[in-house]
């Protein structure tokens, strides 16, 4: 199962995400408890705020 960090650069997480075939990330804490989830549907709603508010 794929996994990033709270601190990793949103940009390569995108890139993994994609990359994986996964239709999800799980989100580590620094003392790697689960901190969330990012899917994709949650990712494209993430970048469509960003580009037209």
């Not at 990033?4 to 994609?18: H, K, S």
């Not at 990359?19 to 494209?44: F, R």
Request: a negative charge.
């Amino acid at each position: 199962m794929p996994t990033v960090q709270t601190e990793d650069n949103a940009r390569a997480c995108f890139d993994q995400l994609i990359e994986s075939g996964s239709s999800y990330l799980v989100v580590l804490n620094p003392d790697q408890t689960v901190a969330g989830i990012v899917t994709k549907t949650s990712m494209a709603s993430a970048m469509a705020e960003q580009l037209w508010g």
